[in-house]
Every structure is written in C-alpha cells, then in structure tokens.
C-alpha cells in the first residue's frame, strides 16, 4: 500500500511540473516578443459591435431617454451645432473633426497592445426629419487571444527546458530526502555512537516513516552496545573470578603433592594419611566449582531444556535438608504444596538456597512455603551478624558475587545466580531482602495451567 501511496505522490509531482512548464511557456511565449508572430493576437472592438450599440442607443434618444453605451457621445445637427452630448465628451470634437480624426484599420487587430482611441459617426433623423449626426468616442484597451501563443516552436522549446528544469529541482528535493535517510544509516557504523538528534525528515509520509524506523533501529544497536560492553565487563570479572577460584584449591593440590612426592620416605602414615585427606577436600572443592559453573553456563543457554513435571514442594524440601545433617532448619506452611517444574533443577535451587545460608549465615534457618492466587511462593530466611544495603543485593546476584571477598567462607559467588537462572527457566522470579539482621531469599513460582 506504501508503494501505491508512493506512486501516486511521483506521479501528481510529475504531472504538476508539466502542467506548470506549459503554463509558463504560454506566458512567456503570448505576453514577450518571442519567435516570430503568425498571427496576430490583440483585438478591438468590431465596427458591428459598435454599429449595433449605436442604433440601441439612437432609438433610446428618440424615445426620449439618455444613450448609455460603453462610450462618450454627442449629437449634432446639420449645421454643426452640438445639440446633446455625454458629460466627458470632448468640446472641440465636431463631426467634420472626428471624420478627420477617424482611420480606416483603427480597429484592425495588431501584435502590439496599445490604447487606441476609437470614434464613430452614424447619420440619424431629428426632429420634423432634420438631418443630424450621432457621435462617438473611446479609449479602449486591446482583448488578448488567449489560445494564440504566437511562434509554435518556441512555445515548444520553452516548455520542454522548462519541463525539464522542474524535472531537475524535483529530482535534487527528493536526492535531499535521500540524503537525509542516508545521514541516518551512516550513523548506525559511527563509534561511539552520535546521540545528537537530526532535523525531521520534511516530505512525503513514506520518507518520514523510513527515517523513524533507521532512528529505532539506530536506538537498538545503542542498546545492544551498551549490553555487549557489559557484558564484556561481566566476562572479565568472570574470568578474573574463575581463575581465583580454580587457581587456589589447585595451587593447593599441587603443593601438597609434591611435598608428598619429596618428603614421603620421612613422613609417618598418619602424615600421609591427613596430607592425602587435604588433597581430597581440596580436589572436591575444585570439582564443586567446575560443576558450579558448567551448570551456570548450561542455565545461561535458553535453549537449555527444562522437563517439568507435578511434584510437592514441601516433601522435596525436606528430603533436601536431610543431605545437611549438621542444619536446624524450620519448613513453614501447608503439609503439600504442588508444583509444576523441573525436579533436578528445583533441587538444585534448594541446595543452593541451603548451602548459602549455612556458609554466610549465622544460623535460625527459616524456610517457608506460601500458596498464592499468583503462585507459590519459597522464602528462605536465616540470621546474619548486619543487614545488607540494596547495593550488597543486587551484587550477589550477579556471578561471583559474595560478601567474603576472600572466599574464606567456602562460597564460589555463582550460588545465587544459579537460582536466578533456575527461576528464568521457569518463568519465576527471584528477589533478596534484608532486615532485622536477616538475609531473605524470596522465589515466586507462577501457576501453570
């Protein structure tokens, strides 16, 4: 329908400059001395014309009423006395004058538009059959032949230069629309980004929406900028983190091997035995940390799939917190609560929740289940020694995230943010609160019919 519209819009311009090309070279061409005339083309009034105002005007005398044609008049008798004239009807013109003054082509047409001035004598009956003249004169302005333009060949000539002089400007407005959109695509590759706004495009509606979606995408490629530098910045606090974590419990290992590999002809077996206890712990740790973040980079992934089944929150949190013999917790809410999502993912989410309160937190482990019109709601809360600020919150769910900068606690950083992408892949929500010296984990689960 744009191109349609498009059309239409070109050819009305088109048909314009045609139409005034030809109206100008007529004007040119009838009102300048240009070429050479064939015919003429300014005209006066016929002698018929004025034959037949006169007669009209006689019989109105006779009949006793005033001559009212478009001309000054007199009447005189036989012997040159003016009996009766017209207001403006000049003194010294007696019918033996006028006939003097008269000129056989005065009302002849001619190629020059000059004022004439027109007379005419008509021989009429006075009174008891007295012989007697009607007289008159005007000062009359040549008609102009509309429809005769004179040469023909420079009529032709002017309205194709000038058909193509408006074919000339039209194409330079509509190049400067062009230009206009093309001013907009170059800054799409300008780095860093221009945000200086550009005057609107000013012509017809299909320009003006080409030039709002350049400046839409123009406002995309802004934002996918932006994201990729953050991104990049998030990458390489991720490899920076990454190889803090993976570089200790590592480092570690190697030490204790080869201090095995040295000193194992003097070291006792209960020396070996603790020393090969250390490398375990270690090993495992370095393990935990690579699953950590294979399973971070495999959440990230939305084509990760995701298996939904019917399960009870409540009895899958519970068979959670008996893998951490060592934690007092408390399950609040209903005795079932069913839920639709992914079993191994959602225990991981709980191992996650439950794992990060019994290393950063200080006990009174509260987890709390709420059914909802919205959804379900799971809030893990357990104390802390201070409350977090919101800048503290927001950070920890970003990877690598965590309050012991050192990592002493035993945390990775990427727990919560394991959570966060557990909760994407179910359309849910994760949000972290602290008050009253308590760190609460709040995750929605949306109903699913």
Known sequence: MRRVKLTIW?????????????ALAWLFASQLPIGTKTLPRYYYTTEQEVVQDVKRDIARYENGQSPNGPYEWAIYDADNR???????????????????????????????GKIRTLHHIEAIDLSENEPGYFLTVQSEKPKLNEYQIGNSSTFFLLQLTLFILFLLLLTRWIAGLFRELERRLERLTVEPAQTAPLPPVKGPKEFKLFAQSIERIEQELRTLRMRDQERFVQQLRLITSLSHDLRTPLTSIQGFIQWLTEKHETLSATERT??????????ETLAARIDELFTLAKLSNTDYPVEP??????????????????????????????LFADPMLLRRLLENLIRNATLHGTGDLRITIKEEAEGIQLICSNAIESTYTLEELNEWLTPFGTSDASRSSGGSGIGLSIVQQIMARHGGSVALTSQDNRFIVTCRFPNVS
Do not use: W
Not at 10 to 22: D, E, G, K, Q, Y
Not at 274 to 283: C, F, G, P, W, Y
């Open 274 to 283: 603790e020393l090969l206890a250390i490398v375990t712990r270690q090993s």
């Open 82 to 112: 003016r009996i009766d004239a017209s207001d403006k009807y000049p003194e010294d013109l007696t019918p033996s004058r006028l006939l003097a003054a008269q000129t056989p082509t005065e009302r002849d047409p001619s190629d020059t």
């Open 309 to 338: 089944i019917s399960l009870d929150l409540v009895t899958l949190t519970e068979q959670v917190l008996e893998l951490f013999p060592g934690t007092s917790a408390t399950v609040n809410g209903p005795a079932h609560a069913t």
């Open 10 to 22: 070109m050819l009305v311009l088109l048909l314009l400059a045609a139409f005034l090309s030809t």
